[in-house]
């Protein structure tokens, strides 16, 4: 229990087992052995490209994983500080139940640092049996404040006056009224006689009455 977390990881299995030796058939002898699974070849493929970001990629946070349960903080600082360099903060997080969930956060105080654990200890076995898994934190690119800021939406910018457009708005609201159809002078003079014909037994009636 008071182990440092570098002997746990240096430990070997205790009387390990050796199988039986098996022999190799006719059909191995000609064909050869069988090639690593396709699980395992995914797995070194992950690696390998694990291991190109970390190189293009320097950086000073990392998350390592599948801890045992029995490890604590003061052990992941005393095998970081010692063979990688000075830290900063370590969390090793927890459940509701206040068991280790086996991960913890790892943040060292020079940029790089990162890098250099997980070159050190991804997939290092502790106690013989279970890989350190180490993954790196990559800080997103940073954004300029005019890619930031959105355009004018609607406003047009002149010499350091905005200018909003409300002669549009109210051309607008004018096209929504109903216009007046525009009479020829031909529909005026035709209105005309209707209203001289319409008027004029009237007038005729009037002396008649008298």
């Known amino acids: 229990m008071d182990k440092a977390l570098d002997e746990i990881i240096a430990a070997k299995p205790r009387n390990p087992r050796r199988g039986p030796t098996r022999r190799t058939s006719a059909r191995a002898q000609v064909l050869g052995n069988a090639g690593p699974s396709p699980r395992v070849r995914a797995n070194a493929a992950a690696n390998v490209a694990a291991k190109a970001a970390a190189q293009t990629s320097p950086t000073e946070k990392i998350i390592v994983s599948n801890l045992p349960i029995d490890v604590n903080e003061a052990q992941i600082k005393e095998l970081f500080a010692q063979t990688v360099g000075p830290l900063k903060e370590v969390t090793l997080h927890y459940d509701q139940n206040g068991r280790s969930k086996g991960v ?92 001289t014909a319409s008027n004029a037994p009237a007038a005729t009636a009037a002396p008649a009455a008298a």
């Open 104 to 195: 913890a956060s790892v943040h060292f105080q020079r940029k790089g640092d990162g890098t250099k654990a997980f070159q050190q200890y991804n997939n290092r076995l502790i106690d013989g049996k279970k890989p350190m898994k180490i993954e790196i934190v990559v800080a997103p690119a940073p954004v300029s404040l005019a890619q930031r800021v959105s355009p004018a939406d609607g406003a047009t910018a002149t010499n350091g006056v905005t200018r909003t457009g409300g002669r549009g708005r109210r051309s607008r609201a004018g096209r929504n009224r109903k216009e007046r159809p525009q009479k020829s002078a031909a529909d005026l003079d035709a209105e005309m006689e209707d209203y």
